[in-house]
């Protein structure tokens, strides 16, 4: 067993992992001069074939196993790629646990930066590239598989908002595939292979492509901005809180719910920005839809993007700084009993629709190891009171159990499907 | 003018603008370790507010003055849009030229990493992250501005080929605008900002999204590989071939077609991979379709990546090495007269059809002094012999001519809307 799954605490394991992963990055770009300057020639176009040293982009690898999955901690990468799958009529509990079996084979070799098995070779030469792939479980899964008796209490139907406009072909799945890798070929490397593998078992129910900034884009390290130019995640609970790990992981399951201990859920949900009438709005009345200040995060209750939000600050003439219908304050914890979720999200764009409008926006991905305590409890609030809700439309949605992850030799739900 | 537009040498200027690019990036990178390990905290996010420097990815910028226009000789970038628009009805040569001088002035800022006019702020704090922005005008664009007498002579329409399958909505244009970065927020508020300016002047005809690797993913600096797995660009010109520049741009034109010198023809085609098909094939036949080894790109003739392709090599059995039909004989100079173009792709995936299968290919662009003698010679011979044409299907297609570069002050297309 690796070092990452041997750890007793239930965030070492993964910390030690990333601290893995973040002195592996600072190292190798430092040589990173020496691939750009020396082996690319004047305009960069590869002149001969010798091997030259990957950067930080492609050498970066996320192990695969460890007490929680990867793909739920770590920053978001630059591509993703969400797909739900439905197990065929007559897969069952057999074929699905062969299939869990062979996709957590061939996702452990390609975070690795090794080919799996009968590799299509498309992302050959790369490096890992910070490629994560994270299963989950949806509702059907269980009817299918006869193990509606180990359904977890958390894993029942999101109820539906007032707001919502979905698509139920876009929505829900039996089983779901999250991918994340750094570079755009690796995440469809893998997507290919895990959509190659389920054949037989499985069919493609839908299928999202997502980006976020490169590493190295900006000044600021990682830190999210949407599609709507607003930095987003600032308020998301940190690694570093002492009740991250129950917030985020399910503990302390016992008998047919134990499977899900190491485990969180998923909520995704396709948010469509209506980004023509947002872009109509002036600056201040953006910033004050959403509560912080576009340029740099900063609340408008004051101070800079790691301020605690004054929720009760007043303004001169009399106003709240946080006005009343404001994302950030429909949204806070302190307006939801504590709710809390880690956002953890892709922005996607799949061109324009016959209105010339664009079809873009937010691939939302919510890890909390409760959704009734997390993104249904928010979702509630928002749903009446956001001023946000004018500018956005919630267009699919789903919600998945992700197991816990594996150790060496074991596959992902094999838990589940074998205890 | 700046250094990059005085020189004297056709090419000289952006050699030296790449120099500078890539020694920036290089000595960009070294500084990297500093902004992963340090600011990222244990798990990548942000704890901070305070700004750290931006890592070679961000910082690189690509002058947007010089003989010719950027995005043409550049590396091609890890996120790609291609849009056409189509001149609204009035607005004519005044309103042309009044959008092309927004749009230069627009491109001109954002490639510098500053905020352009009445900005949206959606890429704000990120650096010029390699952006470019290309712009090139179609034979619609002659008509409607009354332009007639300046189409340059092989701004003609590129004949049928026996295995097109166009679809006339995604082809064609007036006005095209290429957009590249290696962040995906650069150049979505590229295209954002540049399809605002064009309200009322312009609207979109087509808009297609493609990618590339990461810088630093892999082994090979940027070396291109298809959404088939295949090392993609070796045979392309070189710009240190002598006769590169002949090529690609063009020049010796006079009188109503002077404006061209500098400029270049883009082929732009949209084309479907039938991946499914191609998987099926075993490696070996996979690589005597395209005649290099899928591994490395080393031609069946022998020897590396960067060996001459040796056409006339037999096999110890007799056949050659090389098969009859294998894409790149049918589609080398040798077999084409000398006609060579210079390509510069971005892979797509549009998720998948309704018959299951990936909506996803190459969006090929291809850059010539003489386009009749450059793609479409090529593509003649191509689609009547080549092998590949299998597994590949054209469903969009476009001719530009794209202008030279500007100087400081000026802006593109300038030398054909107002002498």
Chains 1, 2 share one sequence.
Not at 21 to 47: P, Q
Not at 108 to 115: F, L, N
Not at 268 to 288: A, K, N, T, Y
Not at 391 to 396: C, G, L, Q, T, V
């Amino acid at each position: 067993m690796k070092k990452a799954t041997a750890k007793s605490s239930e965030l070492t394991g993964r910390q030690e992992i990333t601290r893995r992963r973040l002195l592996g990055t600072a190292s190798a770009a430092g040589a990173a001069g020496l691939v750009v300057g020396g082996a690319g020639g004047a305009y960069g176009y590869a002149a001969t074939s010798g091997a030259a040293p990957l950067t930080s982009v492609g050498s970066t690898a996320v192990p695969f196993h460890g007490d929680h999955q990867a793909g739920i901690v770590e920053p978001a990468q630059a591509t993703g790629h969400l797909i739900a799958f439905d197990l065929a009529p007559g897969a069952g509990r057999k074929g699905a646990a062969a299939l869990l079996r062979r996709w957590s084979a061939a996702a452990e070799a390609m975070t690795a930066g090794r080919a799996p098995n009968d590799d299509n070779q498309i992302a050959l030469d790369a490096g890992p590239s910070s490629l994560t792939v994270t299963f989950g479980f949806g509702l059907g899964f269980f009817d299918k598989t006869g193990l509606k008796d180990r359904v977890p209490e958390n894993l029942a139907p999101i109820p539906p908002f007032s707001s919502d406009a979905l698509d139920p072909k876009l929505s829900d799945g039996d089983l779901w595939v999250q991918i994340g890798s750094d570079d755009s070929l690796v995440a469809f490397h893998a997507l290919r292979i895990l959509q190659k593998e389920a054949a037989g078992t499985a069919t493609t129910r839908w299928q999202m492509n997502g980006f976020n900034r490169a590493p190295g884009a900006t000044e600021r390290p990682r830190t999210p901005r949407n599609l709507m130019g607003q930095i987003d995640g600032t308020n998301n609970p940190k690694p570093t809180d002492k009740d991250f790990g129950t917030k985020v992981f399910v503990s302390g399951q016992t008998g047919n719910s134990s499977w899900m201990n190491g485990g969180s859920y998923a909520v995704v949900r396709r948010i469509r920005m209506l980004l023509d009438s947002w872009d109509h709005l002036s600056l201040d009345r953006q910033e004050r839809v959403i509560g912080r200040r576009k340029s740099d995060g900063a609340p408008l209750s004051g101070g800079t993007e790691s301020t605690p939000v004054d929720l009760n600050k007043i303004n001169p003439d009399g106003s709240l700084a946080i006005p009343g219908d404001a994302h950030i304050r429909v949204a806070a914890p302190a307006s939801n009993g504590g709710a809390a979720m880690l956002r953890r999200a892709f922005s996607y764009h799949d061109g324009y629709d016959q209105d010339g409008t664009p079809n873009a926006g937010l691939l939302f991905v919510a890890w909390q190891a409760d959704p009734f305590n997390g993104f249904i409890k928010v979702q509630q609030k928002l749903d009446r009171a956001d001023g946000l809700s004018r500018f956005i439309r919630h267009e699919s949605s789903a919600l998945f159990a992700v197991p816990g992850g594996c150790a060496p030799g074991e596959y992902v739900g094999q838990r589940l499907l074998e205890s």
